[in-house]
């Protein structure tokens, strides 16, 4: 629910055609559905819809549109991923959390 409200609910939605207010009908119940199988390992993200802009040239630029299920799992891995890392330069990020070393018991 907290990566919830970081959405755009105005952004276009994805390949699967399921825009925030489809999701937000039922939002317990599909926040708890996709939870449930990621840590079931059964989640699997969708394809990207590609979509093409017109640049100034005249050329067209593609865009890729996640689905909104995908968006909501990428914003909850970078918000957790953030947690662990901070900005050392402006370009390089260091992994600041320690990992502990497992610990071996001897039977011995």
């Given at each position: 629910?907290?990566?919830?409200?970081?959405?755009n609910k105005d952004a276009a939605s994805g390949v699967?055609?399921?825009t925030a207010g489809l999701c937000a009908a039922n939002l317990e119940g599909n926040i708890?559905?996709?939870a449930e199988r990621g840590k079931?390992?059964?989640y699997r993200a969708k394809l990207v819809r590609r979509v093409y802009i017109p640049k100034e040239n005249g050329?067209?630029?593609p865009l890729g549109i996640a689905a909104l299920e995908d968006k909501l799992v990428?914003?909850?891995c970078a918000k957790l991923l953030g947690r662990f890392t901070r900005?050392?330069?402006?370009?390089?990020?260091t992994v600041t959390a320690?990992?502990?070393a497992p610990r071996i018991r001897s039977s011995i």
């Open positions: 629910m907290y990566c919830w409200h970081g959405l699967d055609g399921v708890t559905d996709l079931a390992g059964r050329k067209q630029r990428q914003l909850a900005k050392t330069s402006a370009n390089a990020l320690r990992v502990a």
